[in-house]
């Protein structure tokens, strides 16, 4: 991977050094022309990015280029590898995708205190990323953590959020079943601190296959116990999505994608949201894994929602937005 500068508009803000994200079996990212001239990588493939949160540094990538921009968060213990295929058919259509890796996740800093994990701070790190971009509006979008990311922002910030893509969202239905899986995963993390570092060790060391979606969890594997425990224990601390009432003032049209396979991940939770959000279209997916491995259905009604949130005049803020 080399370092260039990115033929993308710098926003404010955009101070750090840019690293250009090389595709699988493609030719290198950048050449010398006959002329001398150097050839920029494509900005559809992508550029890698850093900004300052606090005493933090979070990592982020851009794919395209342009004002209508989509910022979609990945899923909890995951990173941007997870949705770099999606980035790079969105931004062929015209749109600017920035995948953010929150706190804790991919390439930004991890703290190993529950602290700065809750969700409601990783909403404040969306609208931290949306200022450094120089940004005034986007589509908020992302996958289980990111769709709830998604929703917190919303709510914390509206006259940031043009519209909303919410895939397997995570909500009361959905509360059971979470502690069943998380509570002992917790207890795995505390008290089998010295299998898990093998894990850790093992996994950092396999060659990554250059599948956006298997490296996320190999990479995700390769924590270390107490950056998994710290990120556990945040996101169960603070508030883990807006309350009913808060959903139902959100004004901003979404997508709600969601599936049947599992009970974290509840198409009861995702037919509620859609009942609640004022303006919103409820979308089943055929698996969990349909957007990542069979994109084409979905990308094309992501691409229609998109299409018509950009094409609508700015939408009227909610009285004291502002």
Not at 51 to 80: F, N
Not at 177 to 188: D, T, W
Not at 226 to 255: C, F, K, M, S, Y
Request: charged share 20%.
């Amino acid at each position: 991977m080399k370092n260039v500068r990115a033929g993308l508009p710098r926003g404010r803000g955009e101070r750090h050094r840019q690293r250009a994200i090389r595709p699988d079996r493609q030719p290198a990212d950048r050449q010398d022309a006959p002329d001398g001239q150097v050839i920029v990588a494509d900005p559809v493939q992508g550029s890698m990015h850093m900004l300052t949160y606090g005493q933090y540094q979070l990592g982020y990538e851009i794919y395209g280029s342009g004002d209508r921009v989509l910022v979609w968060l990945h899923g909890l213990l995951l990173d941007a590898n997870l949705s770099r295929h999606l980035a790079r058919i969105l931004a062929a259509r015209g749109y600017r995708v920035v995948l953010l890796d929150l706190l804790g996740h991919g390439r930004s800093d991890k703290p190993r205190h529950a602290g700065p994990h809750r969700m409601d701070l990783y909403a404040d790190q969306v609208l931290c990323l949306l200022d450094e971009l120089g940004v005034d509006q986007a589509v908020l979008g992302g996958v289980s953590l990111g769709t709830n990311v998604s929703l917190l922002t919303a709510v914390r910030a509206p006259d940031r959020v043009r519209g909303l893509v919410l895939e397997m969202p995570v909500l009361e239905w959905a509360v059971p079943a979470a502690a069943i899986v998380f509570l002992p995963l917790l207890l795995e993390v505390h008290y089998g601190r010295r299998v898990l570092r093998a894990v850790s060790w093992a996994a950092s060391r396999l060659p990554r296959s250059g599948v956006g979606p298997l490296d996320s969890f190999v990479n995700a594997a390769a924590s270390g116990p107490d950056e998994i425990a710290a990120v556990l224990h945040g996101v169960l601390v603070g508030p883990i999505a807006p309350t009913i009432e808060q959903r139902q003032a959100i004004t901003a049209p979404a997508l709600v994608l969601g599936h049947g396979i599992d009970l974290i991940h509840s198409f009861a939770d995702a037919r509620r949201l859609a009942r609640q959000l004022p303006d919103a279209r409820l979308i089943r997916t055929r698996t969990f894994a349909e957007l990542w491995v069979r994109p084409g259905r979905l990308v094309g009604e992501i691409t229609e929602f998109l299409d018509r949130v950009w094409a609508d005049t700015p939408r009227a803020l909610p009285a004291g937005s502002g």
